[in-house]
């Protein structure tokens, strides 16, 4: 009996006050209440209104702001309306376990909405916050009191009552925006992903843990996890910011080996990538064993170290003129400003509208510019294989190519081809008397009047000391014929060009044609035999006309 008295006495007390400060609602303008209304308490869920006006009244000390609290409290918001309308109430809380409202008027006191974030079957969706309808009659007066329970009040409670018409573009606005860029960064992620899995390297797979794990994050924080897979034991909003130490760490990784400070002496900006790196993914696997208010600070202090890093990396680099810097900084700057606007805005420093849409848009932005770093970074990689491939198959000394692209032409021959064999006479006599310097100018001349020679009519290749080959491809017999006498004119004018120079020295050559032979092994040794015939044939001769002298 005691109880029900008190009960009705504190009802007609709440009833008697519900015009007194009370929030005048209309359909055109949309409120923040910011006033210090809250009451900490120690009370679970409540199922029934009396235990909200119970365990309200039993605090008489109200709280200016929830910040940096923990635990349970309840406001209580008088609402009075001319016009009957449905508003729609958004408590700005980030992480929240328990949130129940109630509408207390003359009729009574009833339950209207259940806003947990593991709630079954929310009234209204709106990413990164809570939202639930109320919907009120003409000349209507109450009270409007929430029940909210977090392990962590990131930021002051404010909140919010919008009209339904200003609420569904609001609500389409965060929402479409959230997951677009949700969906950019996963979608990235998978795109990077697959770059790994085609070429192997280590930065691919760390720019898809980078993309990938920060998209993942935000779906859980945002809420669009839950929405798909509600699991009632577990709080998924929480799950975003465990991961993020993870993606700190891949993110710092992907710097790393995109700036190639694996291959590189160790400088001090890389070592500090290096250890932050391994820094956060303890912090990472430390996570689940802390509070998770030492979790989110560990985030915040995680993330301003990245924010100093990435922007003294950017700026280091693209002074060095590494121009894989121009997408990292000015992705880094944008994620930078919107992380430094997030971090002041939960330490009540600033106050800004969704600071979280803020971060997720410019963290979308990021990631194109982070997925075309490491698309220059492959593109510079390809450029390197492809001029070291060529290098490979060039003769250093010469510039022409060398066995490997030799065989590569033989490999490749048509029906009708001719083959060169041409050697240079003496080269060990001009090594001996005028020194190997010497020896290189004249193989160095030799090839520039081969080249000049032959180029129209093959490629020529240094396959040894003064060994060359030239490799002629024709289209029938005839022209076959005709080749060989002109090359055979070229080459006899070539030995006299060298003998005016270097009178110790000359050209010997050999030629063997497809219609001679079944393959071009055969033409290459039929070829080589013609060569050092004329070149004996020359030393005889020279020996004959140096007797006779």
């Excluded at 894989?324 to 992705?331: C, D, E, S, V």
Aim: proline share 2%.
């Amino acid at each position: 009996m005691r109880y029900t008295f008190n009960f009705i006495c504190c009802l007609l007390f709440q009833t008697i006050s519900f015009n007194a400060f009370a929030v005048a609602l209309n359909q055109n303008d949309s409120l923040q209440l910011k006033s210090a209304m809250w009451h900490q308490v120690d009370l679970a869920k409540p199922t029934q209104g009396e235990q909200l006006i119970n365990a309200y009244n039993n605090v008489s000390t109200p709280v200016t702001s929830l910040y940096s609290a923990h635990g349970s409290a309840i406001a209580k918001i008088s609402l009075t309306t001319e016009r009957a309308g449905r508003w729609y109430i958004i408590p700005q809380i980030n992480y929240l376990d328990s949130g129940v409202a109630f509408y207390q008027d003359t009729s009574g006191i009833r339950k209207v909405a259940d806003f947990s974030q593991d709630s079954a079957s929310p009234s209204a969706i709106v990413m990164h916050s809570r939202a639930f309808e109320l919907q009120l009659e003409a000349n209507s007066h109450g009270v409007l009191w929430l029940y909210v329970n977090a392990k962590h009040f990131a930021k002051p409670v404010s909140i919010n009552v919008i009209p339904q018409s200003r609420f569904i573009k609001l609500q389409f606005y965060i929402n479409s925006l959230s997951l677009v860029s949700i969906t950019i960064m996963l979608t990235l992620a998978c795109m990077a992903l697959i770059m790994f899995f085609k070429t192997r390297h280590r930065v691919a797979l760390f720019c898809a843990g980078y993309i990938g794990l920060h998209g993942i994050g935000w779906a859980f924080a945002s809420g669009v996890v839950a929405l798909l897979f509600n699991y009632h034991a577990i709080n998924t909003h929480y799950f975003g910011m465990y991961i993020f130490a993870f993606a700190i760490a891949c993110a710092s990784s992907f710097a790393y080996y995109l700036f190639n400070f694996d291959q590189h002496t160790r400088t001090g900006i890389s070592r500090f990538l290096k250890y932050f790196s391994i820094t956060a993914l303890a912090c990472g696997f430390l996570n689940p064993f802390l509070p998770f208010h030492w979790v989110f600070y560990l985030a915040h202090f995680l993330a301003a170290i990245w924010v100093y890093l990435s922007l003294k990396l950017g700026f280091t680099m693209l002074g060095m003129k590494d121009f894989r810097a121009k997408y990292f900084l000015t992705g880094n700057l944008v994620y930078s400003l919107s992380l430094v606007i997030f971090i002041l805005s939960h330490l009540n420093l600033i106050e800004i509208s969704s600071p979280e849409l803020w971060v997720l848009i410019a963290l979308a932005i990021d990631c194109i510019c982070i997925l075309l770093s490491l698309s220059e970074w492959l593109k510079i990689k390809q450029n390197n294989f492809i001029k070291a491939l060529e290098l490979s198959r060039i003769d250093p000394l010469t510039k022409v190519g060398n066995r490997l692209q030799l065989q590569e032409k033989l490999d490749n021959l048509d029906n009708f081809y001719l083959i060169v064999f041409i050697d240079c006479d003496n080269i060990k006599s001009v090594n001996d008397h005028l020194g190997h310097a010497h020896g290189d100018k004249l193989l160095i001349e030799v090839t520039r009047l081969i080249q000049n020679a032959l180029a129209d009519k093959g490629e020529v290749c240094r396959t040894g000391g003064d060994e060359f080959i030239c490799v002629c491809n024709v289209q029938s017999a005839q022209q076959l014929a005709q080749l060989t006498l002109s090359i055979n004119e070229s080459l006899n004018y070539i030995h006299q060009q060298v003998q005016k120079h270097w009178p110790l020295s000359g050209v010997s050559y050999g030629l063997a044609s497809s219609e001679e032979c079944n393959d071009y092994k055969a033409c290459l040794t039929l070829a080589d035999q013609r060569m050092y015939t004329l070149k004996h044939q020359r030393k005889n001769k020279r020996q004959v006309q140096s007797q006779h002298a």
